[in-house]
């Protein structure tokens, strides 16, 4: 491998390689026997290495050429290290490079400083060469990690972005064919799942498999966030064009409600202790033996239902109540109530509650995501079991929303 040396200026120096491939690291010291110490170990590893001796100096060579990592020492004329990564952390271009911090200050006070500044870790002088190898390795491969991950929701997001803008168009100019519409629909749906679901894998990847700083995780874990509310509302767009294809299939299968209500919550406990609300269930005594039906399509409206009521509830408890209310053709009805004590809803909303795209806050600056599907295809499933879906709400009260099954009492 061949080095080339390149004189900048009478201060620095820059030494690259013609294996453009490997991560170049950005040294900032101003002691000329560090530089070296830290060129000779990095270089016989097959990293790429920039030389420079003074924060200023090292914040131009960064935006001529942005470096895949940076080790920068605290105590220099000028900028110090802290400055120096603020600096950085201030242009737009050079912010995500991590930074590792070298310095003979080993005190507690001084990492906390580092880290403060934006530094993602701190390295002690007189260093180990194996252990500095190891940080810098592993901390070039989670800014790889980060930035393919970008890259690749970025390129997922502007496909979906295009063939979402594709379907609205298609769907204004064939409002007269319903056919057509829900064929429509239908396809790009699925086209939509396999990307939306290497985004969700990849980033599970690297919040589990990876050890991320508490920023890397943050950011991970929105990533994450945002992907799963997408992946809800492909499945609600996919399962509103199968009702009008009448391609919803009636599994029956035996099973107990209280475990249908108690793996729901399980679902949901994360979202309810973030909101810091209480959770609580009343299930008629009689409804603890085993009853036949759609069990599936229990799971998936008493889920939106549990889903609508924590988004819209700030602090309170929400209950889940199960019970029965009278037979019908040999068959059980059960009625659930998902009860909570969120904004409420004017009796003008309640009117198209459950019609496709209908919100109850239905303005641009609304605080409430979604896209309005989740309640019209709760009514839709409901529907296709034989029951009913409602609500009862007065404006500020709270909500109560139920829907009623006939289930089948096994012999």
């Not at 924590?310 to 009278?326: C, N, P, Y």
Request: aromatic share 6%; proline share 3%; charged share 25%.
């Amino acid at each position: 491998m061949t080095y080339v040396l390149e004189k900048l200026d009478t201060n620095s120096i820059t030494l690259t390689t013609q294996m453009k491939d490997k991560p170049l690291v950005l040294i900032i010291d101003d002691s000329p026997v560090n530089l070296m110490l830290l060129y000779n170990i990095l270089e016989k590893h097959d990293l790429r290495v920039v030389l420079a001796n003074s924060g200023e100096q090292g914040l131009t060579l960064a935006k001529q050429s942005p470096p895949d990592i940076v080790l920068l020492d605290v105590i220099m004329p000028g900028w110090d290290g802290y400055e120096t990564c603020r600096r950085f952390k201030q242009d737009a271009s050079l912010e995500k490079i991590p930074i590792l911090f070298l310095s003979a200050l080993g005190d507690t006070e001084n990492k906390v400083r580092a880290l403060q500044a934006g530094g993602v870790d701190y390295v002690s002088k007189p260093f180990q060469k194996e252990e500095l190898l190891a940080r810098v390795e592993t901390h070039a491969e989670l800014a790889h990690l980060r930035q393919n991950l970008e890259r690749e929701v970025t390129n997922q997001t502007e496909r979906i972005q295009l063939l979402y803008e594709a379907l609205q168009l298609s769907y204004d100019k064939a409002e007269q064919a319903s056919i057509l519409k829900t064929e429509f629909l239908r396809n790009i749906s699925h086209e939509f799942l396999t990307p939306m679901n290497i985004v969700l894998g990849m980033t599970e990847m690297l919040i589990e498999d990876t050890k991320l700083t508490e920023e890397q995780h943050h950011l991970a874990s929105g990533v994450m966030k945002a992907s799963q509310q997408l992946m809800d509302i492909l499945t609600n767009m996919l399962n509103f064009s199968q009702q009008f294809k009448r391609e919803f299939e009636q599994i029956i299968t035996q099973f107990q409600v209280h475990e249908i209500v108690n793996q729901v919550i399980k679902r949901f406990s994360s979202n309810v202790q973030a909101k810091q609300l209480q959770i609580t269930t009343e299930i008629a005594p009689q409804l603890y033996t085993f009853l036949s039906g759609n069990r599936d399509y229990i799971d998936k409206v008493l889920s939106k239902l549990i889903d609508n009521a924590i988004k819209f509830t700030q602090k309170g408890q929400i209950m889940i109540r199960v019970q029965t209310e009278k037979n019908r053709d040999e068959k059980l009805l059960v009625r659930f109530e998902v009860i909570d004590t969120g904004i409420g809803i004017t009796e003008e909303k309640q009117v198209d509650l459950f019609d496709i795209f209908s919100q109850v806050d239905g303005s641009s600056t609304r605080i409430y995501d979604g896209m309005g599907m989740g309640l019209a295809v709760a009514k839709m499933l409901t529907e296709s079991m034989g029951g009913q879906i409602g609500v009862n709400s007065p404006s500020g009260k709270g909500s109560t929303f139920w829907f009623n099954v006939p289930l089948k009492v096994p012999d």
